[in-house]
């Protein structure tokens, strides 16, 4: 080989190697369904939207199952298994019982996939593609971002975890970041993602703390602004309306937009773990900053979906492509 070929071969590995490394991201891969199911995302797109157009909270839902299975031994698909004789699975665990949804839509657009592309797409990467619709349909298609691929189901689940490691709304900004980054996320992703409660609602039993007797003050929650105040005093009157809904975003309530951080501002945000990110200087700084620029916080809102969308997944030879969501094969 003379130089000049052998400076263009190289010159070509190089490109080859960038090329190949912008589709592989870690051990999951853009492409990696493109031969083996073609068609799998405009399947879960339209198992998505038939679910949203009948059922507008569903998009909300969707986006909060894939969150709980991340959060829960990582993104393996393990909230969607039912329990069984060798474990108590995670669909009854305290942040989950009586409150996650979606799990008719998920077996709805896996009975699709099965169909198409028999045994070849995972629950889990179902469940992180219906998310990402979910947020697009919802957004009126301005949020968006590329799914990398390839994550397997796990074969086990775990109710204690899902109790353990689900962030709660009770408790206090720094606890919360601390369940992040021990999973390798940061507090940027704490406020970037809390964002997904521009769309969706909450039980009373989830904030009611906050109406009449905050910290056994006699009075109600300071930081919650006077007029949301009275409505969700309306809505929750006592504790027979535990399971009234209140939307998290009571302007914009089924767009996926950043109006989550305007409420912030100014003191109406429903969950005391949301409005607690105006009482840090840190996390206050980054909603004031989403509050001014959707266009920052809907490129941030991706990044952060993609990577927690990583946590501890499961690739190659792990795992297994379940053939039934609820049941490990
Ligand atoms: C930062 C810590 C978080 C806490 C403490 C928290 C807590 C909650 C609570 C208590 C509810 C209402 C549940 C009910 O009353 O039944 C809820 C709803 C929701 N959460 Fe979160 N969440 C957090 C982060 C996230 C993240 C990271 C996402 C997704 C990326 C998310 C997405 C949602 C959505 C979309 C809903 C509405 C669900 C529906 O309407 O079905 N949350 N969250
Ligand atoms: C439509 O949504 C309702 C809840 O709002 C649900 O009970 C029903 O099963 C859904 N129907 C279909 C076909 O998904
Ligand atoms: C994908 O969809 C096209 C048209 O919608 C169809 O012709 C094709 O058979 C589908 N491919 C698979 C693998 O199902
Ligand atoms: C916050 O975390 C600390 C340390 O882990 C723990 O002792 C405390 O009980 C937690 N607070 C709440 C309200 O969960
Ligand atoms: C309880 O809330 C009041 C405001 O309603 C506040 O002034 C006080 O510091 C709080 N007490 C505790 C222990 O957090
Ligand atoms: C809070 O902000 C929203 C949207 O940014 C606005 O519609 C609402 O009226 C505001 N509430 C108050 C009390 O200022
Ligand atoms: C705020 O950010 C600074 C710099 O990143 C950090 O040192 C500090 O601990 C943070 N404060 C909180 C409360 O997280």
Redesign the pocket.
């Known amino acids: 080989m003379n130089p000049s070929n052998s400076n263009t071969y190289s010159l070509f590995s190089l490109f080859v190697l960038l090329v190949l490394s912008s589709l592989v991201s870690g051990q999951l891969d853009y492409k990696f369904y493109d031969n083996s199911?073609?068609?799998l995302t405009?399947i879960v797109r339209n198992g998505v939207w038939s679910a949203i157009s009948n059922d507008t909270r569903m998009a909300a839902s969707l986006l909060r199952l894939h969150f709980h299975d991340c959060f829960v031994n990582g993104c393996d698909g393990s909230v969607l298994l039912d329990d069984t004789s060798s474990f108590t699975g995670e669909k009854n665990a305290g942040p989950n019982r009586n409150s996650v949804r979606g799990f008719e839509v998920i077996d709805t657009i896996k009975a699709n996939v099965e169909?198409?592309?028999p045994s070849t797409v995972s629950c889990t990467d179902i469940l992180t593609l219906a998310a990402r619709e979910a947020v697009y349909l919802s957004a009126g298609y301005s949020y968006y971002w590329i799914v990398p691929l390839g994550r397997r189901d796990g074969t086990t689940a775990s109710q204690s975890a899902a109790n353990q490691q689900i962030p709660s709304p009770f408790e206090p900004l720094e606890n919360i970041t601390a369940k992040f980054t021990s999973k390798g996320l940061t507090m940027k992703d704490v406020v970037v993602l809390s964002g997904a409660h521009t769309i969706g609602f909450a039980q009373c039993s989830s904030f009611k703390q906050r109406l009449f007797n905050y910290n056994s003050s006699g009075q109600p929650d300071p930081t919650l602004e006077s007029s949301l105040l009275k409505n969700l005093q309306t809505t929750c009157p006592d504790d027979n309306s535990d399971t009234n809904l209140a939307p998290l975003d009571p302007v914009t309530t089924n767009k996926f937009d950043n109006v989550y951080y305007k409420n912030l501002v100014n003191n109406s945000g429903l969950l005391q773990s949301d409005q607690a990110l105006m009482g840090d200087s840190n996390s206050s700084a980054m909603v004031n900053y989403y509050s001014k620029y959707p266009y920052l916080f809907a490129q941030d809102f991706g990044t952060s979906m993609v990577k927690m969308g990583k946590i501890s997944v499961l690739t190659g030879n792990d795992g297994e492509i379940r053939k039934n969501c609820h049941v490990v094969n």
């Open positions: 199911c073609p068609n405009k169909k198409s592309c």
